[in-house]
């Protein structure tokens, strides 16, 4: 696209400052988008699991409740506690929102279709994912609340404890790729006994996909983990003295977390943009019909999950984070990189 | 003109919340002026082309121990008054700690650049093709896997010795024995009672 700007007589720089702003807007409207209607989705499919209707009024189907909602919240007043530190209280909500769709920079939606094809993409959204726990933090100390500041405090213990699994996880990942960049990592996922896509069925990761999938629901402080938010004990945890737009941003970032999520696992262990089975006419349908099929699926188990699982006690989510994932990832880098040792990279020498 | 108008973005807002870290009244404002800081030198490292370094940066410092310094300084309750009482008898011992560094900075870059020794040891110039990752990866894991390891095994020492010196068995603990709440079936913690009126149940 910078090419097409400089044919137009910008120069260099200002084409590709140009392109790129139009890539942002490409990418985070259609997420936004796409956090709107997953949020409707969630709703419904945890209607459906529990015997109800879920929203059927606004719109055919209740197709636009998310939209209704979204004018709702913007219409009411901003509401900024006394004792709450007005500047940190008012950047909380915003840094969780921005965080949440910076991740998707690096995100390839084909082969060559990304904003920054960066080789350091996987470590990027490492990096970007522990952003995320800022917001949580802050918005927790800003309020000068009680109940927020549990929140916050329980939010970060769980967060760094699964990052560490979570980091280990990448490593097998970038292991079998031999790459750090996200569409290099998807593209070595080709050809599984000559005819699958994913590393989800390479025996040695699928215990990773796994692993992956409960560390990214933690992550997200999705149930089974939303400890963060636990009603019974802190009322709605980090966000209760938010109210108005303030309060829906930390909505939209915590729901775009959950897309990328589904996303990171759907390029990392399931194929990402390639069909699931390496068969000629399954590559006539554009790749980012497979990730976005892929990224339902997997939020569709998030649902599902959310709304079968019982929450977890904050002691049982501790032990499954350091005394299980950690340990049972950091054997799964060690067989990993044994195994490579062993075939792919020449034998023991 | 892009790279120039970033360098100056990022050297300035390092310089700035660098220092606000210092001057700010609330510790928590202090370490987020921090984070602001390992952020925007994160950005200067990757104007060099250091993107691997940057990563590191961003995930070790901000994402780590900086929340680790928030998680404490939030929970702590520090009086600033009495914190900033001996501002004026330590200043010329910070001057001096501050010199002394400097000094350290310039001089190690003078040899760095200059000495015959250090020349003669320089490790080849990596291949430009190579991606940071690589070129890092092939100088540690080769020349430098002695230091590595060494470091590796400081760290070990560091953490061991940290949980020694923090651990302790507490009595009267009421842990959970994840196994045995497992086994745990329903007719092992119901039963039915047909009671007669008027009358309490046997435990």
Known sequence: MTAFFQGLGLPFEGAWLLSTVIGILVICLPVMLAVAMIIYADRKIWAAMALRRGPNVVGPFGLLQSFADGLKVFLQETIIPSAANRTLFLIAPIITFTVALMAWAVVPFQVGVVLANINVGLLYILAISSLGVYGVVLSGWASNSKYPFYSAIRASAQMISYEVSIGFILICVVLWAGSFNLTEIVESQKGYYGFLNGNGFNPLLFPMAIMFLISAMAETARAPFDLTEAESELVAGYQTEYSSMAFALFWLGEYANVILMCALNALLFWGGYLPPVDWAPLYFVPGIIWLFAKILFFFFVFSWVKATVPRYRYDQLMRLGWKIFLPTSLLFVFLVSGFLMLTRYGGAQ | ?203
């Open chain 2, 1 to 203: 003109m892009i790279h120039v108008f970033a360098f100056y973005l990022f050297a300035i807002l390092v310089v700035c919340s660098g220092a606000l870290t210092i001057l700010s009244r609330n510790p928590v404002h202090s370490v987020l002026w921090l984070i602001l800081a390992f952020f925007n030198a994160a950005g200067l490292m990757i104007l060099l082309g250091a993107e691997f370094i940057a990563m590191l940066l961003v995930i070790v410092y901000v994402g780590a121990v900086a929340v680790l310094f928030l998680f404490v300084v939030m929970m702590l309750d520090i009086d600033f008054a009495e914190l900033r009482a001996g501002f004026v008898d330590y200043l010329p011992f910070g001057l001096l700690i501050a010199l002394v560094l400097l000094a350290e900075i310039v001089l190690g870059i003078g040899l760095w650049s200059a000495g015959p020794i250090e020349l003669a040891q320089r490790a080849a110039p990596t291949n430009p093709e190579l991606s940071n990752i690589q070129a890092i990866g092939g100088l540690l894991y080769t020349r430098y896997i002695f230091l590595f390891e060494a470091a590796g095994i400081v760290l070990l020492v560091a953490m061991i010795g940290a949980i020694v010196l923090t651990h302790r068995a507490r009595g009267g603990v009421k842990g959970q024995n994840v196994a045995k709440q497992n086994r745990r079936r329903p007719q092992d913690a119901v039963r039915n009672v047909n009671q007669p009126v008027g009358q309490g149940v046997e435990l």
